[in-house]
């Protein structure tokens, strides 16, 4: 089933794959796409951003979507960029297709499953996504996203959060809490995965904070965690400078 995209394609050099978050889309890359040396490649999950909406199982099936288009574009190898549901993605190919990935950036992630309770807060969401839409949830989720601070600072950081939200659609929304929610434990991949893993962090990440990063280095082989002082669950998109300077770092001594 060919499900149409929209992707930010744009740049020349290694190729990076940039996986958006839960409920979010490839806007939060905007800054990133400014690394030079690199071809960006950033698709908006479907249900999400401008792409097509059409109900996905599992986050397995959003593997099956990068894949493809990477097929489709021709590139064999990339570094494979998630932040957060995005890194649930960038697990679920490197389980699969481990020779895709050149390396791993994951930035506000983590590799456990879903605990009890947090399949019950996602069911909770559901209903009330699929009661009154998506504007509860936005709502909910801004604060978590960016330190208070930034959000008082209503600069562009917010301006992209809030609207690559707005763009989610509803079963955008409730086919990612249901995939999130059953996805499985990647502590497997991250053992496995002989090359270099750059894991970003925000200080203040409530919903995936420092121990996780920190869970998820020492698992690996190869890890480095770079911990970005005064940003909360999108560091890449509140502390940009530094997360891109960590990001060029890795990819220049990757390649
Ligand atoms: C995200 O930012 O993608 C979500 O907060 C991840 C999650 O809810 O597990």
């Not at 409920?23 to 796409?33: A, G, W």
């Not at 209903?127 to 604060?143: F, K, L, N, Q, W």
């Amino acid at each position: 089933m060919s499900i149409a995209l929209h992707v930010e394609d744009s740049g020349n050099g290694t190729p990076v794959v940039w996986i958006h978050g839960f409920p979010l889309s490839s806007l939060i890359f905007e800054q990133q796409r400014t690394i030079p040396g690199v071809r960006h490649i950033a698709p908006d999950l479907p249900g999400f951003g401008r792409s097509e909406n059409r109900p996905i199982d599992s986050i397995d099936e959003y593997g099956d979507v990068i894949i493809s288009l990477l097929q489709s574009l021709n590139v064999e190898r990339a570094i494979l960029a998630g932040v957060s549901m995005g890194g649930y993605v960038v697990f679920s190919i490197v389980r699969r297709r481990p020779a895709l990935a050149a390396g791993l950036v994951l930035i506000d992630t983590r590799e456990c499953s879903d605990s009890v309770e947090g399949r019950m807060n996602r069911q909770a969401q559901l209903e009330r996504v699929e009661r009154e839409g998506t504007s509860g949830v936005i709502a909910d989720m801004i604060p978590k996203m960016l330190t208070e601070d930034t959000i008082l600072e209503n600069d562009d950081r917010l301006d992209i959060v809030r609207r690559s939200m707005e763009a989610a659609s509803v079963p955008g929304v409730t086919s990612a809490l249901r995939a999130m929610a059953e996805r499985p434990d990647s502590s497997d991949v991250l053992r496995d995965f002989e090359r270099p893993i750059l894991v970003v962090v925000g200080s203040h990440d409530t919903i995936t904070p420092p121990d996780d990063a920190r869970r998820m280095a020492a698992l690996a082989k190869r890890a480095t965690v770079v911990e970005i002082a005064g940003a909360a669950h999108l560091s890449n998109v509140e502390r940009a400078n530094e997360v891109n300077e960590a990001i060029a770092d890795f990819i220049s001594e990757l390649t």
